[in-house]
């Protein structure tokens, strides 16, 4: 079974902190994701990787920047977290960008910025 | 722009009826569709997916039917049971070059009653 392990499940920070949310898969899965999920808003991807040290916008990647050093590990930065981030952050991992997969989500992270 | 529509936000159906959940989308380009399924406080984990080349894929209790003049794809759950009250996402991939890339809808919540 893909596993996709993100490392907290609740976190709370302050505004202007900087935060980390960590990802790690272990089915040497090609691409890897960010979303976050808001009430009535679904799932917007903020940023997305479909290679070590590449990274890719998504719809909403203002705010956040990616870090991809390894294969299997994909981290969201908020540089200087505000009230509007609090949300619930899903990582996700995917086989390759040359076909068509589903994409195998963590546990996701809920992180409030007071 | 929303290019994934979920218009329904909720839906309520009895144990053992058919459940059936609407999705529309705008971007022709996509060409790959999938179903997850979300319980609280957890990441979403997929149900089912099509491919344009098909109008239906079916697994178990669960179908995903796909219209491609109108842009409308549906699930079908037959029959629906209480452990299937979650929230269901659509989502659709294939605009880009990078094949993999998922765009979700905003949900429906489905309610299995007894």
């Known amino acids: 079974d893909v596993k996709v392990t993100q490392s907290s499940r609740y976190l709370v920070k302050r505004t202007g902190e900087k935060v980390f949310l960590e990802c790690v898969q272990d089915?040497?899965?090609?691409?890897m994701f960010w979303y976050r999920q808001d009430p009535g808003l679904g799932l917007r991807l903020i940023y997305f990787s479909y290679d070590v040290k590449m990274k890719e916008k998504g719809d909403i990647p203002e705010g956040y920047s990616v870090s991809r050093e390894k294969k299997e590990r994909f981290s969201l930065i908020l540089e200087s977290a505000s009230t509007n981030q609090t949300s619930m952050y899903l990582c996700a991992s995917s086989l390759t960008q040359d076909m068509n997969t589903e994409a195998f989500f963590g546990q996701g992270t809920r992180l409030t910025v007071v | 722009d929303q290019q994934v529509k979920q218009n329904s936000p909720s839906l309520s159906v009895q144990e053992g009826r058919i459940s059936i959940l609407n999705c529309d989308y705008t971007n022709s380009m996509f060409d790959y569709f999938l179903w997850y399924k979300k319980y609280p406080a957890e990441g979403p984990t997929f149900l089912i997916s099509i491919s344009s080349i098909k109008d239906k894929n079916e697994d178990g209790r669960f179908t995903v039917f796909l219209n491609k003049s109108a842009k409308h794809l549906s699930l079908h759950i037959v029959p629906s049971q209480p452990g299937d009250s979650a929230v269901y996402f659509c989502a659709a991939s294939g605009d880009t070059g990078t094949a993999s890339k998922l765009t979700f809808g905003t949900g429906t919540r489905l309610q299995v009653t007894l």
């Open positions: 089915m040497d899965h090609e691409n």
